[in-house]
């Protein structure tokens, strides 16, 4: 008497489409990995360079803010006279992608300004002068997706002597 053998295993066609299932999921998976990760360095990009651009405006603001007189010569310098009477300056220097004082460079290597812009405003009608500054800048270790500019804007309102 012959015996039949009866095999109980998966098909070819059932490993195939088990494998393509953990494929399609492998990949979704993956991908949003990937955007989770591109998102929080487009983050983190955005912050360093903020910071950079708050450091800055901290030390224009601080340093105009005490100034016995203030100067816009041209959209890309601010000349002024310290408390002390002695003569300085800010300057953008798009070019090279920084933003300086006379004496130091005030925002990072890693930050690149874009534009910039001072405009000085006289006194009218019992409004203190004022210098309003715009600054472009971004991130030059990003590329792609995770750059991003960021543009500050701000008033300094100058003492009145």
């Not at 008497?1 to 489409?17: A, F, P």
């Not at 004496?103 to 930050?111: D, K």
Request: some cysteine; charged content about 15%; overall charge positive.
């Amino acid at each position: 008497m012959v015996k039949k053998r009866s095999y109980q295993g998966m098909s070819i066609i059932e490993t195939l489409v088990v494998v393509l299932i953990f494929s399609v999921l492998a990949v979704l998976t993956s991908a949003s990995l990937i955007l989770s990760l591109r998102g929080s360095r487009r983050s983190e990009s955005t912050i360093r360079v903020r910071e950079n651009l708050n450091y800055a405006l901290s030390i224009i603001e601080r340093q105009l803010h005490n100034a016995e007189s203030v100067s816009c010569p041209n959209s890309t310098t601010i000349s002024y006279t310290d408390a002390n009477f002695l003569p300085s300056d800010f300057t953008c220097n798009i070019g090279s992608g920084f933003v300086a004082s006379a004496s130091a460079q005030l925002t990072a290597n890693t930050v690149r300004v874009t534009a910039c812009n001072f405009v000085c405003n006289p006194v009218s009608s019992g409004i203190p002068p004022s210098v309003s500054i715009s600054i472009t800048a971004e991130d030059i270790n990003a590329s792609g997706l995770e750059q991003q500019r960021v543009t500050t804007n701000t008033q300094i309102m100058l003492r009145t002597y």
